[in-house]
């Protein structure tokens, strides 16, 4: 059975795992294509795991559970209803899935590259694990995985050195300021009144995003608490 991916059906009582799995994958087609690999690749498929064929063809995915003539890509998707004891015992994502539960800030890569930094994601692991990262500054949040060598860190809020003018804040409220200066404690943002203190942005829960001043284009995904660990 092969499904257009811009025509998906919804998975009736009757659909199979296989099924399933194909219009989980094509539902999230955007976020999960960096998961399909060349058949050369392919190997033995994992115990509890469907495995979806596809072609690209006329600008889109071709993906179903039987194998087309066509095929050039792979990809083994698992769902909840097929793990077993043994592959839940064996989870390659339970280090993230922690690192998650706990609030870190995570990032994935895919063909497109490292999405931005982002805590409380709807992940779903379909990318490989060493496809995901999280953050550093985060990595103390779980202390079963935390480097042998990494000392309890606190909590600061971001210093002069940490911010640069074109830098936006994101207030709570929704509201967006661009930062035109920045003295030792505090910096004066574009069109608003007065300062802000450093430890106030951090008090008030503000973002930061700084990827105008860092990368020279701007990265809607970047946002950032205005703190840092140390």
Known sequence: MKHDDNTLQTASPQASEADKALAELTALKYSTVGILRPLSEAGTVPDGCVRINGHFYADRWYLGWQKDDKDTHFADIRLPSTETPATKAADPYA????????????????????????????????????????????????????????????????????????????????????????????????????????????????????????????????????????
């Open 95 to 230: 280090r993230l899935k922690a690192y998650a539960k706990a609030g870190a800030r995570i990032r994935c890569k895919d063909k497109f590259g490292w999405s931005g930094w982002e805590a409380n994601g709807d992940w779903g692991w379909y990318l490989l694990p060493e496809n995901y990262e999280v953050h550093p500054d985060d990595l103390h949040l779980v202390p079963e995985y935390a480097p042998a060598n990494e000392q309890p860190k606190q909590q600061v809020p971001l210093g002069p050195e940490d911010v640069m003018p074109d830098s936006w804040i994101q207030f709570p409220c929704g509201t967006k300021a661009c930062v035109e200066y920045i003295r030792y404690d505090r910096v004066k943002m574009r069109g608003l009144v007065g300062e802000e203190l450093f430890n106030e942005l951090v008090s008030k829960e503000c973002k930061i995003n700084r990827s105008i001043p860092l990368t020279g284009k701007w990265d809607a995904n970047a946002w950032e608490p205005c703190y840092k660990m140390i």
